[in-house]
């Protein structure tokens, strides 16, 4: 099944221009060219870090590719260490879709504003998607529960799950807040605003 894989970070305000044209004239086709499917920017305007950028890949075997570390080469990518010297609060983290709603796992996310929540629950995958199932199975919009799966090269310590809802409005939100307030831990709520889409 496709995987959803995350890389979050701050970026200070006066170097976000710089950013965000790496990201569309560099960063993004070269991760395309690698063999990613999609990639998507996002920004915070609740929670944090502010970008979330937002990947459809087909396995987390892509990160030990030789397409993929030459994306990563500073001699093709000239600007990529100056990147990585303005940002901070890193973190790169794939995920296995284990179920998803008015959705398919290869389906890119829609324009707009989207809602995450992060958490940890210790053994307990069986009541995690139970939950799920009652809190997401009967809404509007498109909404996937991901598990951390796999490693990237700069490891990430965020927590093991991810609910990502392709809409923000009150319902789903409430729902996301009855979710948090249940028996998990480490919980990371954001609120994201599209940027840009890039597709091969």
Request: proline share 6%; hydrophobic share 35%.
């Amino acid at each position: 099944m496709t995987h959803f894989y995350v890389a979050r970070m701050d970026v200070g305000s006066a170097f976000l221009p710089t950013f965000e044209r790496w990201y569309d004239e560099r960063h993004a086709p070269d991760l395309l060219k690698s063999g990613f499917l999609s990639c998507s920017a996002f920004y915070a305007t609740e929670g944090y870090p502010l970008v979330h950028n937002v990947y459809l890949i087909p396995s987390p075997e892509i990160f030990q590719s030789p397409r993929y570390r030459d994306a990563r080469d500073p001699k093709v990518d000239k600007l990529r260490t100056t990147v990585l010297n303005n940002v901070s609060n890193r973190s790169n983290t794939p995920y296995e879709q284990l179920l998803v709603f008015r959705c398919q796992p290869h389906d890119v996310p829609v324009p707009g504003l989207s809602m995450t929540l992060q958490f940890n629950v210790v053994g307990r995958r069986n009541l995690v998607i139970k939950r799920f199932n009652e809190s997401f199975e009967s809404g509007d919009t498109s909404v996937r529960l991901c598990r951390r799966d796999g490693t990237h090269i700069n490891a990430s310590q965020e927590p093991e799950w991810m609910i990502f809802v392709g809409g923000s409005n009150e319902l789903n939100r409430s729902a996301l807040m009855e979710f948090a307030a249940r028996d998990v831990s480490d919980v990371k709520f954001q609120v994201l605003k599209h940027r840009a889409t890039f597709v091969p």
